[in-house]
């Protein structure tokens, strides 16, 4: 399941925003099934995944046992629909008791009072969650959401590509400009080959004709393009939370990525991969990319899609500054207007519980927010034959922050088509760097 928060999915989103569509939504809405019935009362907890929504019908069995007086509804808003719809919902008080949020969307809502303080809901005393996720949701000194989910990003690759060509995926790095120590340029020439079996630098070498790409640079915030920013020592951020991705290490990060597309013609054309976030993926599980680099929100995808490829996990490249994974969660936020503080806080409280967790990780949906919960997701892989201690080694120690602030999602909608232009190579590096920037902190003012 893809944790989608803005990343991957920005251009999806901006084709989306249309002022109206979420008008007609309004039916059957939450406020018809929160109330009190016959058998007590009755909740409703929103997602916008239907994997997650049946683990979690599991998950809500085993607390009515415990809760016999509270009945909750799990239901299922696209991810399409979902941030048009939420804010209609809030205004309306049709919106859910409980609801799912990603770390882009959180805190203007924190900050405009329409999510309880979850910290004080659930208390002090609760099983150990996973940090940078409770980081994420921290605000102002207060907890506003549960971890649920979380990612972080790990490289696939194709085992008999890379094999063949004698590439060691585990020692790949990037330095900007293909410098000193840098050894992802040369596997990806390797990796890379057309229908006549020649290389990127070699003679004939025909890029219209690419059979296979060696890696999956592209406008890939969670995955690709975040990542290589810290690596290079860049800020995505100020801690203001203005932008400040066009400095100097910025202009090494995109550049690099850009050059590995137009220049060493190594990885997918961007007039591909900025109009579909999943055209590498697809790639990868025709045997047409040899080093993807994703995260855990595509392995079963991948998994039942990759028929007759050879393929596992390594740990992501590595930069000037080391490996920096992005981690990303989902929260569980309680709804401040809610007519049933006490169930709720309920609720918010079993879903920060190993038990209340249990289902997400033992079907395989995603690593789960409870640390002690994780264990089972590694199992329902390994049962599979696959190893995801990678994107588990990729969480710990020091990790990229997505990003935080009530206006983000305004500014990142703003600066995109700016930055889509520059891997397109529409417009240099530097420029386009500094107008994505300027265009993305007006849009959060």
Same mark, same amino acid.
């Given at each position: 399941?893809?944790?989608?928060?803005?990343?991957?999915?920005?251009?999806?989103?901006?084709?989306?925003?249309?002022?109206?569509?979420?008008?007609?939504?309004?039916?059957?809405?939450?406020? !018809?099934?929160?109330?009190?019935?016959?058998?007590?009362?009755?909740?409703?907890?929103?997602?916008?995944?239907?994997?997650?929504?049946?683990?979690?019908?599991?998950?809500?069995?085993?607390?009515?046992?415990?809760?016999?007086?509270? %009945?909750?509804?799990?239901?299922?808003?696209?991810?399409?629909?979902?941030?048009?719809?939420?804010?209609?919902?809030?205004?309306?008080?049709?919106?859910?008791?409980?609801?799912?949020?990603?770390?882009?969307?959180?805190?203007?809502?924190?900050?405009?009072?329409?999510?309880?303080?979850?910290?004080?809901?659930?208390?002090?005393?609760?099983?150990?969650?996973?940090?940078?996720?409770?980081?994420?949701?921290?605000?102002?000194?207060?907890?506003?959401?549960?971890?649920?989910?979380?990612?972080?990003?790990?490289?696939?690759?194709?085992?008999?590509? *890379?094999?063949?060509?004698?590439?060691?995926?585990?020692?790949?790095?990037?330095?900007?400009?293909?410098?000193?120590?840098?050894?992802? &340029?040369?596997?990806?020439?390797?990796?890379?080959? !057309?229908?006549?079996?020649?290389?990127?630098?070699?003679?004939?070498?025909?890029?219209?004709?690419?059979?296979?790409?060696?890696?999956?640079?592209?406008?890939?915030?969670?995955?690709?393009? &975040?990542?290589?920013?810290?690596?290079?020592?860049?800020?995505?951020?100020?801690?203001?939370?203005?932008?400040?991705?066009?400095?100097?290490?910025?202009?090494?990060?995109?550049?690099?990525?850009?050059?590995?597309?137009?220049?060493?013609?190594?990885?997918?054309?961007?007039?591909?991969?900025?109009?579909?976030?999943?055209?590498?993926? %697809?790639?990868?599980?025709?045997?047409?990319?040899?080093?993807?680099?994703?995260?855990?929100?595509?392995?079963?995808?991948?998994?039942?899609?990759?028929?007759?490829? %050879?393929?596992?996990?390594?740990? &992501?490249?590595?930069?000037?500054?080391?490996?920096?994974?992005? *981690?990303?969660?989902?929260?569980?936020?309680?709804?401040?207007?809610?007519?049933?503080?006490?169930?709720?806080?309920?609720?918010?409280?079993?879903?920060?519980?190993?038990?209340?967790? &249990?289902?997400?990780?033992?079907?395989?949906?995603?690593?789960?927010?409870?640390?002690?919960?994780?264990?089972?997701?590694? %199992?329902?892989?390994?049962?599979?034959?696959?190893?995801?201690?990678?994107?588990?080694?990729?969480?710990?120690?020091?990790? *990229?922050?997505?990003?935080?602030?009530?206006?983000?999602?305004?500014?990142?909608?703003?600066?995109?088509?700016?930055?889509? !232009?520059?891997?397109?190579?529409?417009?240099?590096?530097?420029?386009?760097? $500094?107008?994505?920037?300027?265009?993305?902190?007006?849009?959060? $003012?």
């Amino acid at each position: 399941m893809k944790l989608r928060g803005l990343f991957t999915r920005q251009k999806r989103k901006l084709a989306a925003l249309t002022a109206a569509a979420t008008l007609a939504l309004a039916a059957c809405s939450p406020a !018809d099934s929160s109330s009190d019935s016959s058998d007590g009362t009755r909740l409703t907890f929103r997602v916008w995944d239907q994997e997650a929504a049946a683990a979690y019908r599991e998950s809500f069995k085993e607390f009515r046992k415990k809760n016999p007086e509270i %009945d909750v509804k799990v239901e299922v808003v696209s991810w399409n629909r979902y941030w048009d719809r939420l804010p209609l919902d809030i205004s309306s008080g049709d919106m859910a008791d409980v609801y799912w949020t990603n770390s882009s969307n959180f805190a203007q809502y924190a900050d405009s009072g329409d999510i309880m303080d979850a910290g004080q809901a659930v208390g002090a005393d609760h099983d150990e969650w996973q940090k940078p996720v409770v980081d994420l949701y921290t605000r102002k000194g207060k907890l506003w959401g549960v971890p649920q989910l979380w990612d972080s990003i790990g490289l696939y690759y194709n085992k008999s590509l *890379v094999g063949a060509a004698g590439v060691d995926v585990r020692s790949l790095a990037w330095a900007p400009h293909g410098g000193q120590g840098d050894t992802l &340029l040369s596997a990806a020439r390797k990796l890379t080959v !057309d229908a006549a079996g020649r290389h990127p630098g070699e003679a004939g070498f025909d890029a219209s004709h690419t059979k296979v790409y060696g890696f999956n640079a592209q406008a890939d915030m969670q995955a690709v393009y &975040l990542p290589f920013l810290a690596e290079a020592g860049a800020d995505y951020q100020s801690p203001s939370g203005q932008f400040a991705f066009a400095s100097s290490a910025g202009e090494d990060a995109i550049g690099y990525l850009v050059d590995m597309i137009s220049k060493h013609r190594v990885a997918p054309p961007a007039a591909d991969t900025n109009t579909s976030a999943d055209a590498t993926r %697809d790639l990868f599980v025709q045997g047409k990319l040899a080093l993807y680099q994703s995260g855990p929100y595509n392995l079963k995808t991948i998994a039942e899609s990759a028929k007759g490829v %050879d393929w596992g996990l390594a740990p &992501l490249v590595a930069g000037p500054k080391g490996r920096l994974s992005m *981690v990303h969660g989902v929260a569980a936020v309680g709804n401040a207007k809610t007519k049933h503080k006490e169930a709720t806080a309920k609720v918010l409280a079993w879903l920060g519980t190993r038990q209340g967790q &249990l289902p997400l990780a033992e079907q395989g949906v995603s690593f789960p927010g409870v640390v002690s919960a994780q264990g089972a997701f590694v %199992d329902y892989w390994k049962a599979k034959g696959v190893d995801v201690s990678a994107f588990v080694e990729a969480a710990r120690g020091r990790t *990229v922050r997505p990003p935080v602030g009530p206006k983000v999602n305004a500014g990142t909608n703003a600066y995109t088509p700016i930055l889509l !232009d520059v891997f397109s190579g529409a417009r240099p590096v530097p420029e386009g760097l $500094k107008q994505a920037q300027n265009a993305g902190n007006a849009g959060m $003012k």
